[in-house]
């Protein structure tokens, strides 16, 4: 549910701060030699890519977790060496702990605001 919340809140705004992204992939998945990753979002321009990590409620075990799939995120897709690289936690709870150690590792945290559901029937519902 946090990921196509996220990812539809990216499709509509595609920015990292003032970072203008042109694509947004959901789930990307390598594996080369001993490492493999699963990326839950990865934005891309002309030079500059996002990984973006989603959680329902992140916690900051979950940073650690990111600083492991940045590291490894050129080492599984070499065809992005030369472009600059930004992490971001995005999470519908996050601890004011983990907020903090999120900006102090340099990375972006991304909260939901606004409308948070939005419902749509057929004019056949089943009422029990």
Do not use: C, W
Request: net charge neutral; no cysteine; charged share 30%.
């Amino acid at each position: 549910m946090a990921e196509e919340f996220f990812l539809n809140s990216l499709l509509k705004d595609n920015h990292l701060g003032s970072i203008h992204f042109d694509d947004v992939v959901k789930n990307m998945e390598k594996h080369r030699g001993q490492i493999q990753e699963e990326y839950d979002l990865v934005m891309t321009n002309g030079d500059a890519i996002g990984i973006v990590e989603v959680k329902y409620k992140a916690h900051e075990n979950d940073l650690d977790k990111l600083d492991r799939k940045m590291k490894n995120f050129k080492k599984l897709f070499p065809i992005y060496k030369n472009y600059k690289q930004y992490g971001a936690i995005a999470s519908f709870h996050i601890n004011d702990a983990a907020k903090k150690e999120a900006l102090r590792r340099g990375y972006f945290v991304l909260q939901r605001s606004g409308d948070l559901v939005h419902t749509e029937s057929s004019d056949h519902l089943t009422v029990l």
